[in-house]
């Protein structure tokens, strides 16, 4: 398959429909590692041609002219398409929004660490500055990094539940998780610009998925994230085709089109209380050492205990 660079048609006749310049790249990098000239070339060239130029006034800020950049990448375990990417790693680097696929549903992305890009994320999908964001992470490492991490146990009865975790991560459930002070101030922050506080928690994913996971390996940092809903409505989006046809006209920069998803997002659990509490059931099966919202209040400790360790 190729990149193809297009300008959303937002008629109502057809929601669906793009039109495309005609913009083809066949060319991967070559097999011992070297740079493929021609694909270089023609990448610089998509850029330069794009929709959306790009005008970099400031580090990790941006503005745009026209539409929106559209990559399309087959999802598959050898990574043959994963170079159309390199296009989206640079942009979100200077501080683009965009969607991406995820192990669960689609996304709503930008830089962890640009203030600009995750004020402009909230107001492309019009979330409340009350309501809290996740990030995606590539490891373990970014985990321990921005959070308190998971508990590992003390040799006094509690849990490890760091060694339950990495038997299901990557995979579809998101850990509420306290924060570090390595989390920017931005991610955590919440009210009015005169009064803002800041919330101790924020929720981590860790999704296994192709492309996700190589944009996030490209990109060597987390990402800032949100799913993506159709406005108003309390539903997923998962067409890209209509994602873009909805949230371009609202400032996106970039979507990655992965293909058609099935609405199934992931399960929340938080781990922030004494035991491990599932506050939302998603594609992630409940394990034995996770309680449900509605469960007792500690009668499962030895249980916990038993299957965690």
Known sequence: ?????????????????????????????????????TAATVRALALKRSPKRLKYSAPRRFTKEGGLLYVEVYPSAEGAENWKLDPVVEILKEGAVGVIPTDTVYAIVCDLNSSSAIERLRRIKDIEASKPLSILCR?????????????RGDGQGHANIFRAVKQILPGPYTFILTASKELPKQCT????????????????????DVICRAILERLDAPLISTSVKVPSRNEWMMDPVIIADTYGPEGLDFV?????????????VDMTGNYPKIVRQGKGPKLPWMESEEAGDGSREEDLIATAT
Do not use: E
């Open 1 to 37: 398959m190729a990149l193809h660079l297009h300008r959303p048609c937002l008629t109502p006749k057809s929601p669906r429909l793009l039109f495309p310049c005609n913009l083809n790249i066949n060319n991967p990098p070559t097999t011992d590692g070297r740079a493929n000239p």
């Open 256 to 268: 990655v089109d992965g293909g058609i998803r099935v609405a199934d997002p992931s399960t929340v």
């Open 139 to 151: 490891s373990f490492r970014d985990i321990d990094k921005y959070t308190m991490g998971f508990p």
């Open 189 to 208: 922050r919440y009210g009015l610009p005169t009064k803002y506080a800041h919330r101790k928690n924020v929720g981590v994913r860790m999704p296994d």
